[in-house]
């Protein structure tokens, strides 16, 4: 595939994709977040909202900017991966974890 096609799928779904923005960048805007994973801004921030009412992450107020931090401790959604930790998927994937 060349560098300009955009590939018809990919190995993590957005809300994967959010978290890892996240982890990456706490005070992330969702447009931001959106740019990056090449969604909507509405879409981002129904995504964060997912994550957020689902405890992965946790949002507090500094200032006019939100803060994000990633509770590491829950397990993954699927079946397949329910035995391990998003925290170690994260691990694994992120080059710098602010948050664990």
């Known amino acids: 595939m060349g560098a ?3 590939p018809t799928w990919t190995f993590l779904t957005n809300h994967g994709h959010v ?7 706490p005070t992330i805007r969702s447009r931001d977040i959106a740019s990056q994973v090449g969604i909507t801004e509405r879409a ?5 909202s997912d994550l957020i009412e ?4 946790i949002k507090s ?6 803060r994000y931090a990633l509770n590491p401790t829950l397990p993954l959604r ?6 391990h930790q998003v ?3 994260l691990s ?6 602010n948050s664990l």
């Not at 689902?54 to 992450?57: E, M, P, T």
């Open 87 to 89: 925290g170690e998927l």
């Open 44 to 48: 981002a921030q129904s995504i964060v």
């Open 19 to 25: 978290l890892l923005c996240i982890v990456r960048d």
């Open 54 to 57: 689902a405890g992965y992450v």
């Open 78 to 83: 699927h079946p397949v991966e329910h035995d």
């Open 61 to 66: 107020r500094e200032g006019r900017r939100n």
């Open 92 to 97: 694994v994937l992120a080059s710098k974890l």
């Open 4 to 6: 300009d096609k955009k």
